[in-house]
T-cell receptor
Framework: NAGVTQTPKFQVLKTGQSMTLQCAQD?????MYWYRQDPGMGLRLIYY???????DKGEVPNGYNVSRLNKREFSLRLESAAPSQTSVYFC?????????????FGNGTRLTVT | QQQVKQSPQSLIVQKGGISIINCAYE??????FPWYQQFPGKGPALLIA?????SEKKEGRFTISFNKSAKQFSLHIMDSQPGDSATYFC????????????FGKGTKLSVIP
């Protein structure tokens, strides 16, 4: 049982390049999330998908787009990467987001934008 | 901006001692307060959570104390062990209809032998 799988684990981009971060969960969870983690900043929500077919902005959505491809997969796209997007990106899932269900996190994608 | 303020930023505790991490919040609509534990190179994992209808919740060596009137909650780790060395995040969820968990900035705990 893999849980939440993120690919790639590491990525280096040049300013202006684009890329998609992939996330898949095998727990049949309804809700999925993308967070970014920066030193001293905690985890900040970028986008979330309450259920298949829906997506909503979180705290820091600018510069990102998401796609809930199906119940298992939720991708995050950077159309034109900027150095400010250097961060560790975590995907998470939960049975349901409302009311407080435990978040299950992947092990992250470490992105550097030069 | 809804905030959860976490302190201290870092903490060094001797093996066998008590580790205490504090969080304070402003929004009285928060009604779910989890703590997450993160080891280097890994994603966070839920450690323990509490709702405001109770003042304390204990799971093994980990206890959450909750003070609704002061809008504060804390994590106590009893008999701290080197294996507890990790970064701990408190968080809060504003209401049953929300999906947006707000995290504190984290506390790096080091337990020394």
């Amino acid at each position: 049982n893999a849980g939440v799988t993120q690919t790639p684990k590491f990525q280096v981009l040049k300013t202006g390049q684009s890329m998609t971060l992939q996330c898949a969960q095998d727990m049949n969870h309804n809700s999925m999330y993308w967070y970014r983690q920066d030193p001293g900043m905690g985890l900040r929500l970028i986008y979330y998908s309450a259920s298949e077919g829906t997506t909503d902005k979180g705290e820091v959505p600018n510069g990102y787009n998401v796609s809930r491809l199906n119940k298992r997969e939720f991708s995050l796209r950077l159309e034109s990467a900027a150095p400010s997007q250097t961060s560790v990106y975590f995907c998470a899932s939960s049975v349901q987001g409302r009311g407080g269900s435990p978040l299950h996190f992947g092990n992250g994608t470490r992105l550097t934008v030069t | 901006q809804q905030q959860v303020k976490q302190s201290p930023q870092s903490l060094i505790v001797q093996k066998g001692g008590i580790s205490i991490i504090n969080c304070a919040y402003e929004n009285t609509a928060f009604d779910y307060f989890p703590w997450y534990q993160q080891f280097p190179g890994k994603g966070p994992a839920l450690l323990i959570a509490i709702r405001p209808d109770v003042s304390e919740k204990k799971e093994g060596r980990f206890t959450i104390s909750f003070n609704k009137s002061a809008k504060q909650f804390s994590l106590h780790i009893m008999d701290s062990q080197p294996g507890d060395s990790a970064t701990y995040f408190c968080a809060a969820l504003p209401g049953a209809g929300s999906y947006q968990l707000t995290f504190g900035k984290g506390t790096k705990l080091s337990v020394i032998p």
